[in-house]
Protein backbone atom coordinates (compact mmCIF):
# COMPACT_ATOMS: atom_id res chain seq x y z
CA UNK A 1 0.00 0.00 0.00
CA UNK A 2 1.28 3.50 -0.92
CA UNK A 3 2.69 5.60 1.99
CA UNK A 4 0.11 8.23 3.64
CA UNK A 5 1.46 11.43 4.80
CA UNK A 6 -0.13 13.63 6.68
CA UNK A 7 -2.07 16.63 5.52
CA UNK A 8 -3.75 19.84 7.52
CA UNK A 9 -7.63 18.66 7.06
CA UNK A 10 -6.77 15.40 9.19
CA UNK A 11 -5.26 17.54 11.77
CA UNK A 12 -8.26 19.74 12.23
CA UNK A 13 -10.42 17.06 11.85
CA UNK A 14 -8.01 15.25 14.97
CA UNK A 15 -8.45 18.66 16.54
CA UNK A 16 -11.67 18.58 16.72
CA UNK A 17 -12.15 14.94 17.77
CA UNK A 18 -9.46 15.62 20.58
CA UNK A 19 -11.26 18.18 22.00
CA UNK A 20 -14.00 16.34 22.28
CA UNK A 21 -12.46 13.68 24.01
CA UNK A 22 -11.89 15.92 26.86
CA UNK A 23 -15.35 17.76 26.91
CA UNK A 24 -16.85 14.28 26.84
CA UNK A 25 -15.20 13.28 29.73
CA UNK A 26 -15.43 15.96 31.71
CA UNK A 27 -19.11 15.97 32.20
CA UNK A 28 -19.42 11.88 32.03
CA UNK A 29 -20.76 12.17 35.62
CA UNK A 30 -23.45 14.88 34.63
CA UNK A 31 -24.13 13.24 31.41
CA UNK A 32 -27.85 12.25 32.37
CA UNK A 33 -28.54 16.02 32.50
CA UNK A 34 -27.61 16.58 28.36
CA UNK A 35 -27.78 13.17 27.59
CA UNK A 36 -28.46 13.99 24.04
CA UNK A 37 -25.79 16.20 23.58
CA UNK A 38 -23.30 13.51 25.27
CA UNK A 39 -24.97 10.37 23.03
CA UNK A 40 -24.47 12.82 19.92
CA UNK A 41 -20.78 13.48 21.03
CA UNK A 42 -20.02 9.84 21.39
CA UNK A 43 -21.66 8.75 18.02
CA UNK A 44 -19.11 9.70 16.14
CA UNK A 45 -15.50 11.48 17.72
CA UNK A 46 -14.18 7.46 18.67
CA UNK A 47 -15.26 6.34 15.49
CA UNK A 48 -13.91 9.16 13.32
CA UNK A 49 -11.02 9.47 15.52
CA UNK A 50 -10.37 5.81 14.86
CA UNK A 51 -10.73 5.89 11.25
CA UNK A 52 -7.95 8.47 10.81
CA UNK A 53 -5.78 6.60 12.91
CA UNK A 54 -6.51 3.81 10.25
CA UNK A 55 -5.37 5.86 7.19
CA UNK A 56 -2.27 6.94 8.61
CA UNK A 57 -1.63 3.28 9.28
CA UNK A 58 -0.39 2.43 6.14
CA UNK A 59 3.19 3.25 7.37
CA UNK A 60 2.93 0.77 10.22
CA UNK A 61 5.67 -0.54 11.89
CA UNK A 62 7.26 -2.76 14.82
CA UNK A 63 8.54 0.15 16.41
CA UNK A 64 5.41 1.94 16.46
CA UNK A 65 3.59 -1.32 18.14
CA UNK A 66 6.16 -1.01 21.12
CA UNK A 67 5.46 2.27 21.32
CA UNK A 68 2.03 1.97 21.97
CA UNK A 69 2.60 -0.73 23.88
CA UNK A 70 4.99 0.92 26.17
CA UNK A 71 2.84 4.20 26.53
CA UNK A 72 -0.21 1.28 27.51
CA UNK A 73 2.12 0.03 30.19
CA UNK A 74 3.87 3.55 31.66
CA UNK A 75 0.07 5.81 31.64
CA UNK A 76 -1.79 2.95 33.16
CA UNK A 77 1.25 2.50 35.97
CA UNK A 78 0.88 6.38 35.85
CA UNK A 79 -2.99 6.67 36.73
CA UNK A 80 -2.86 3.53 39.17
CA UNK A 81 -0.33 5.33 41.43
CA UNK A 82 -2.51 8.39 41.26
CA UNK A 83 -5.63 6.78 42.39
CA UNK A 84 -3.17 4.77 45.11
CA UNK A 85 -2.30 8.12 46.32
CA UNK A 86 -5.34 9.68 46.48
CA UNK A 87 -7.45 6.53 48.73
CA UNK A 88 -9.73 6.36 45.56
CA UNK A 89 -11.72 2.89 44.66
CA UNK A 90 -9.52 1.44 42.37
CA UNK A 91 -11.52 -1.58 39.93
CA UNK A 92 -9.34 -1.37 36.91
CA UNK A 93 -5.82 -3.40 36.46
CA UNK A 94 -3.40 -3.99 34.03
CA UNK A 95 -6.03 -6.48 32.37
CA UNK A 96 -8.87 -3.70 31.88
CA UNK A 97 -6.77 -0.54 30.71
CA UNK A 98 -7.87 2.66 32.32
CA UNK A 99 -10.71 4.63 31.33
CA UNK A 100 -9.43 6.23 27.84
CA UNK A 101 -6.44 3.57 27.64
CA UNK A 102 -8.00 1.19 26.18
CA UNK A 103 -7.86 2.93 22.46
CA UNK A 104 -3.73 1.97 22.93
CA UNK A 105 -4.59 -1.78 23.48
CA UNK A 106 -7.03 -1.77 20.67
CA UNK A 107 -4.46 0.04 18.49
CA UNK A 108 -2.13 -2.25 19.45
CA UNK A 109 -4.12 -5.29 17.81
CA UNK A 110 -5.45 -3.62 14.84
CA UNK A 111 -1.83 -2.60 14.05
CA UNK A 112 -0.71 -6.04 14.49
CA UNK A 113 -3.39 -7.51 11.86
CA UNK A 114 -2.58 -4.38 9.67
CA UNK A 115 1.39 -5.28 9.29
CA UNK A 116 0.75 -8.08 6.57
CA UNK A 117 -1.95 -5.87 4.80
CA UNK A 118 0.82 -3.10 4.50
CA UNK A 119 2.20 -4.91 1.45
CA UNK A 120 -0.30 -6.67 0.14
CA UNK A 121 -2.47 -5.06 -2.92
CA UNK A 122 -5.95 -5.41 -2.02
CA UNK A 123 -8.89 -5.48 -4.62
CA UNK A 124 -12.06 -3.03 -4.10
CA UNK A 125 -14.04 -6.16 -4.08
CA UNK A 126 -11.88 -7.37 -1.03
CA UNK A 127 -12.01 -4.10 0.74
CA UNK A 128 -16.11 -4.60 0.53
CA UNK A 129 -16.00 -8.45 2.31
CA UNK A 130 -13.60 -7.50 4.79
CA UNK A 131 -15.37 -4.66 5.85
CA UNK A 132 -19.00 -6.62 5.93
CA UNK A 133 -16.92 -9.11 7.97
CA UNK A 134 -15.94 -6.63 10.53
CA UNK A 135 -19.09 -4.74 10.35
CA UNK A 136 -20.54 -8.33 11.67
CA UNK A 137 -18.27 -9.34 13.98
CA UNK A 138 -18.80 -5.56 15.81
CA UNK A 139 -22.49 -6.45 16.33
CA UNK A 140 -21.87 -10.21 17.16
CA UNK A 141 -19.09 -9.18 19.72
CA UNK A 142 -22.08 -7.77 21.92
CA UNK A 143 -23.73 -11.21 22.24
CA UNK A 144 -20.00 -12.60 24.21
CA UNK A 145 -20.51 -13.69 27.46
CA UNK A 146 -17.30 -11.83 28.84
CA UNK A 147 -17.01 -8.93 30.68
CA UNK A 148 -16.29 -6.14 27.65
CA UNK A 149 -13.69 -4.34 28.94
CA UNK A 150 -10.73 -7.22 29.64
CA UNK A 151 -8.35 -6.69 27.50
CA UNK A 152 -10.72 -4.06 25.59
CA UNK A 153 -11.64 -7.12 23.29
CA UNK A 154 -15.34 -5.96 23.04
CA UNK A 155 -14.08 -2.03 21.71
CA UNK A 156 -11.46 -3.94 19.69
CA UNK A 157 -13.69 -5.74 17.58
CA UNK A 158 -16.51 -2.84 17.69
CA UNK A 159 -14.37 -0.21 16.39
CA UNK A 160 -12.33 -2.37 14.11
CA UNK A 161 -14.52 -1.65 11.40
CA UNK A 162 -13.42 1.89 11.12
CA UNK A 163 -10.40 1.37 11.77
CA UNK A 164 -9.94 -0.98 8.51
CA UNK A 165 -11.83 1.55 6.74
CA UNK A 166 -9.70 4.22 7.35
CA UNK A 167 -6.94 1.86 6.30
CA UNK A 168 -8.10 0.13 3.23
CA UNK A 169 -9.34 3.94 1.92
CA UNK A 170 -6.41 5.55 -0.49
CA UNK A 171 -5.71 9.25 -1.21
CA UNK A 172 -7.95 9.54 -4.03
CA UNK A 173 -10.77 8.06 -2.31
CA UNK A 174 -10.56 9.93 0.64
CA UNK A 175 -10.24 13.42 -1.25
CA UNK A 176 -13.45 12.11 -3.75
CA UNK A 177 -15.39 12.00 -0.49
CA UNK A 178 -14.22 15.56 0.55
CA UNK A 179 -15.67 16.52 -2.53
CA UNK A 180 -18.43 14.49 -2.77
CA UNK A 181 -20.69 17.69 -1.42
CA UNK A 182 -19.69 21.48 -2.21
CA UNK A 183 -20.81 24.69 -1.70
CA UNK A 184 -23.90 25.43 0.14
CA UNK A 185 -25.51 22.02 -0.80
CA UNK A 186 -22.33 20.23 1.72
CA UNK A 187 -23.42 22.71 4.58
CA UNK A 188 -27.65 22.31 4.18
CA UNK A 189 -26.53 18.64 3.82
CA UNK A 190 -24.53 18.46 7.08
CA UNK A 191 -27.18 20.15 8.82
CA UNK A 192 -29.99 17.56 8.03
CA UNK A 193 -27.19 15.09 8.85
CA UNK A 194 -26.87 16.54 12.29
CA UNK A 195 -30.88 17.48 12.92
CA UNK A 196 -31.80 14.27 11.74
CA UNK A 197 -29.09 11.94 14.04
CA UNK A 198 -30.23 14.80 16.95
CA UNK A 199 -34.06 13.76 16.45
CA UNK A 200 -33.40 10.48 16.60
CA UNK A 201 -31.34 10.34 19.51
CA UNK A 202 -33.56 12.01 21.45
CA UNK A 203 -36.33 9.71 20.49
CA UNK A 204 -34.81 6.60 21.49
CA UNK A 205 -33.97 5.76 25.39
CA UNK A 206 -30.38 7.90 25.93
CA UNK A 207 -29.42 4.83 28.46
CA UNK A 208 -29.61 2.29 25.81
CA UNK A 209 -27.79 4.64 23.23
CA UNK A 210 -24.91 5.42 25.74
CA UNK A 211 -24.79 1.99 26.83
CA UNK A 212 -23.94 1.03 23.08
CA UNK A 213 -21.90 4.24 21.56
CA UNK A 214 -19.55 3.17 24.40
CA UNK A 215 -18.62 0.00 22.72
CA UNK A 216 -17.96 -2.21 26.00
CA UNK A 217 -21.51 -3.16 26.48
CA UNK A 218 -23.21 -6.11 26.00
CA UNK A 219 -26.56 -7.03 25.29
CA UNK A 220 -26.74 -8.76 28.48
CA UNK A 221 -27.14 -5.23 30.01
CA UNK A 222 -29.52 -3.94 26.68
CA UNK A 223 -31.35 -6.55 28.00
CA UNK A 224 -33.15 -6.41 24.50
CA UNK A 225 -34.02 -9.84 22.57
CA UNK A 226 -31.62 -11.00 19.56
CA UNK A 227 -33.19 -8.58 16.67
CA UNK A 228 -34.14 -5.50 18.62
CA UNK A 229 -30.16 -5.78 19.60
CA UNK A 230 -29.27 -6.39 15.98
CA UNK A 231 -31.01 -3.11 14.99
CA UNK A 232 -29.94 -0.79 17.68
CA UNK A 233 -26.59 -1.52 17.35
CA UNK A 234 -26.59 -1.84 13.81
CA UNK A 235 -28.32 1.73 13.48
CA UNK A 236 -25.30 3.30 15.84
CA UNK A 237 -23.01 1.79 13.01
CA UNK A 238 -25.40 4.00 10.36
CA UNK A 239 -25.42 7.18 12.56
CA UNK A 240 -21.74 7.03 13.33
CA UNK A 241 -20.89 6.43 9.62
CA UNK A 242 -22.78 9.07 8.86
CA UNK A 243 -21.55 11.45 10.82
CA UNK A 244 -18.10 11.03 10.19
CA UNK A 245 -19.03 11.70 6.96
CA UNK A 246 -20.38 14.91 7.68
CA UNK A 247 -17.16 16.24 9.20
CA UNK A 248 -15.09 14.95 6.86
CA UNK A 249 -16.47 16.64 3.97
CA UNK A 250 -16.65 20.16 6.13
CA UNK A 251 -13.23 20.43 8.02
CA UNK A 252 -11.10 22.40 5.70
CA UNK A 253 -7.48 22.31 5.30
CA UNK A 254 -6.60 26.14 6.58
CA UNK A 255 -4.32 25.74 9.19
CA UNK A 256 -5.21 27.56 12.61
CA UNK A 257 -3.97 27.53 15.99
CA UNK A 258 -6.34 24.69 16.44
CA UNK A 259 -4.41 22.92 14.15
CA UNK A 260 -2.04 22.13 16.31
CA UNK A 261 -4.07 20.29 18.63
CA UNK A 262 -4.41 17.65 16.41
CA UNK A 263 -1.17 17.64 15.72
CA UNK A 264 -0.09 17.33 19.29
CA UNK A 265 -3.04 14.83 20.21
CA UNK A 266 -1.62 11.99 21.89
CA UNK A 267 -0.20 14.21 24.46
CA UNK A 268 -3.49 15.89 25.33
CA UNK A 269 -5.44 12.38 24.95
CA UNK A 270 -2.58 10.64 27.66
CA UNK A 271 -2.61 13.12 30.08
CA UNK A 272 -6.20 15.13 30.46
CA UNK A 273 -7.75 12.35 32.54
CA UNK A 274 -5.32 14.03 35.40
CA UNK A 275 -6.83 17.07 35.54
CA UNK A 276 -11.02 15.28 35.46
CA UNK A 277 -10.12 12.52 37.74
CA UNK A 278 -12.21 14.31 40.66
CA UNK A 279 -15.07 14.96 38.39
CA UNK A 280 -15.48 11.28 37.96
CA UNK A 281 -14.41 9.32 41.07
CA UNK A 282 -15.13 12.13 43.91
CA UNK A 283 -18.61 11.18 44.64
CA UNK A 284 -19.17 14.12 47.43
CA UNK A 285 -17.21 16.31 45.21
CA UNK A 286 -20.05 15.57 41.87
CA UNK A 287 -22.65 16.06 44.67
CA UNK A 288 -21.45 19.22 45.53
CA UNK A 289 -20.97 21.06 42.12
CA UNK A 290 -24.67 19.31 41.27
CA UNK A 291 -26.31 21.49 43.99
CA UNK A 292 -23.77 24.51 43.29
CA UNK A 293 -24.56 25.58 39.84
CA UNK A 294 -26.98 24.98 37.70
CA UNK A 295 -26.81 22.74 34.58
CA UNK A 296 -26.66 24.39 31.71
CA UNK A 297 -23.96 27.04 33.68
CA UNK A 298 -22.01 23.86 34.60
CA UNK A 299 -22.00 22.43 31.21
CA UNK A 300 -20.58 25.82 29.97
CA UNK A 301 -17.99 26.00 32.93
CA UNK A 302 -16.92 22.57 32.45
CA UNK A 303 -16.39 23.55 28.59
CA UNK A 304 -14.11 26.27 29.49
CA UNK A 305 -12.39 23.98 31.27
CA UNK A 306 -12.06 21.49 28.74
CA UNK A 307 -10.41 24.40 26.69
CA UNK A 308 -8.02 25.51 29.17
CA UNK A 309 -6.76 21.73 29.83
CA UNK A 310 -6.30 21.46 25.77
CA UNK A 311 -4.68 24.59 25.42
CA UNK A 312 -2.22 23.85 28.82
CA UNK A 313 -1.25 20.26 27.31
CA UNK A 314 -0.93 21.83 23.83
CA UNK A 315 1.21 24.02 25.17
CA UNK A 316 4.77 24.52 23.91
CA UNK A 317 6.61 23.99 27.28
CA UNK A 318 4.40 20.85 28.57
CA UNK A 319 4.63 19.21 25.67
CA UNK A 320 8.94 20.04 25.71
CA UNK A 321 9.30 18.01 28.87
CA UNK A 322 6.85 15.34 28.18
CA UNK A 323 8.08 13.98 24.77
CA UNK A 324 10.17 11.71 26.35
CA UNK A 325 7.34 10.15 27.99
CA UNK A 326 4.79 10.61 24.85
CA UNK A 327 7.75 8.87 23.07
CA UNK A 328 8.95 5.72 25.02
CA UNK A 329 11.00 3.78 22.55
CA UNK A 330 12.99 7.17 21.06
CA UNK A 331 13.68 7.65 25.03
CA UNK A 332 14.83 4.48 25.45
CA UNK A 333 16.99 3.89 22.50
CA UNK A 334 18.76 7.47 23.34
CA UNK A 335 19.34 6.58 27.09
CA UNK A 336 20.50 2.83 25.35
CA UNK A 337 22.93 4.56 22.74
CA UNK A 338 24.40 6.85 25.27
CA UNK A 339 25.10 3.94 27.32
CA UNK A 340 26.73 2.21 24.53
CA UNK A 341 28.88 5.45 23.79
CA UNK A 342 30.07 5.92 27.40
CA UNK A 343 30.88 2.16 27.85
CA UNK A 344 32.96 2.31 24.42
CA UNK A 345 34.90 5.40 25.50
CA UNK A 346 35.90 3.53 28.65
CA UNK A 347 36.86 0.51 26.71
CA UNK A 348 39.28 2.94 24.35
CA UNK A 349 40.72 4.81 27.70
Not at 25 to 42: C, G, P, Q, R, V
Not at 59 to 86: A, C
Not at 103 to 117: A, C, D, G, Q
Not at 146 to 159: A, E, P, Q, V
Request: net charge positive.
Amino acid sequence: MVEINKDISMSNVKSVLIFLVVFGHSFEAFKTDHYELYNFIYSFHMPLFIFVSGYFAKTVNFKKIINLFLLLIIFQSIYKIIYLLSDMDFWWAYKIPYIQLWYLLSMIFWYLISLPLVKIKITKQTKYTILLFLLCIGVLSRFIPIDGYLLSYRRTLGFAFFFFLGFLIDKNELNKLRLFLKGRIKWIATAVFFLAVFIYLSIIDSSILDMIFHGSIGTEDLQMNFWPSVIYITNSYVISIVMCFAILTTVNNKKTYFTSWGDNSIYIFLFHMIFLIPLLCVPTLIEKIRNIFNKDILLMLLFIYSVAITMFLNSRIFIKYTTWLCNPYMATNIIVNKFKVKNKFRKVV
